[in-house]
């Protein structure tokens, strides 16, 4: 059972989340003109801007590039605190990737937290979805999602981040996200 609200994209920039939703569901497409993000981790080499030319729903979109290569970046998109064992959270958002099979490519994943005051408070892989963006049938738009089951590691941790992460074999080449949802 979920007992609290998810927070998305907008939360660190507004002092009430601007969620679309109701119940224990939240949406965000990045339409308000930010590129706001809720944090990140090896995130220094990336920059976000906020999209008006490129996105799927609404009127913006948040634009990932990776400019300094090197590990994994993960963008903190979304965060549920006061999960249960056995609590289910199902993620998606759609991303924008024009080369299919190849670098760039964008994925969602999930990580623990064991302190509801810090999304940083690393606690562990909740891993993810196997799939990458970039559709081998050329659809520039494709959903990614995943949904995890939470496991407290015995009362250890409490809540789950949800990343996009970021692929990338040059600088140069950026990616779409938009669309998010959490339930």
Not at 33 to 61: C, E, H, K, V
Not at 70 to 82: D, E, I, M, N, S
Not at 140 to 147: A, D, I, N, T
């Amino acid at each position: 059972m979920i007992r609290t609200t998810t927070a998305v994209a907008a939360a660190l920039a507004c002092a009430t989340p601007a969620l679309a939703g109701l119940g224990n569901s939240a949406s965000y497409g990045w339409d308000d003109g930010s590129a706001s993000i809720l944090g990140g981790f090896n995130n220094d080499g990336m920059s976000y801007s906020n999209s008006s030319d490129i996105f799927f729903g609404g009127s913006g979109s948040l634009f990932l590039q990776e400019t300094d290569l090197g590990g994994t970046p993960q963008t903190f998109v979304a965060w549920v605190t006061g999960l249960e064992d056995g609590d289910s959270v199902f993620g998606s958002f759609m991303a924008w990737d024009d080369s299919p099979g190849a670098s760039s490519s964008l994925r969602i994943w999930g990580s623990y937290t064991d302190d509801a005051n810090d999304i940083s408070s690393y606690a562990g892989s909740a891993g993810g979805s196997s799939a990458y963006s970039g559709d081998p049938d050329g659809d520039l738009w494709q959903e990614l999602s995943h949904e995890w089951t939470f496991d407290s590691n015995e009362g250890e941790r409490d809540g789950l981040v949800i990343q996009i992460r970021m692929y990338a074999n040059s600088s140069g080449d950026g990616l779409y996200a938009d669309d998010l949802f959490v339930t």
